[in-house]
């Protein structure tokens, strides 16, 4: 299965589990943003991501390039609470 599938397979399930008037809010807030101009300040698909250093759920910092040592880097940014 491709990422792209998988993707798509995960929205549908959240689709089913995100009760409708709180995927309103998400959508609507996801409209703002687009409208906001932010697009056009991203990092394209396919750019090279500047080296970082975060955080991780124990507090330590963790950088990406120690990261990129061990393969290929996923990046996934939640909103958090809505």
Known sequence: ???????????ALSEKRIPADRAAI???????????GILDRIV?????????????????????DDLLAGGPLVLSFFRGSW
């Open 26 to 36: 998400m959508h609507r807030a996801t409209e703002d943003l687009r409208r906001s």
């Open 1 to 11: 299965m491709s990422l792209e599938e998988k993707l798509g397979a995960m929205r």
């Open 44 to 64: 394209r698909v396919g750019a090279i991501m500047p080296s970082f250093a975060l955080d991780n759920h124990d507090g330590r910092r963790v950088s990406s």
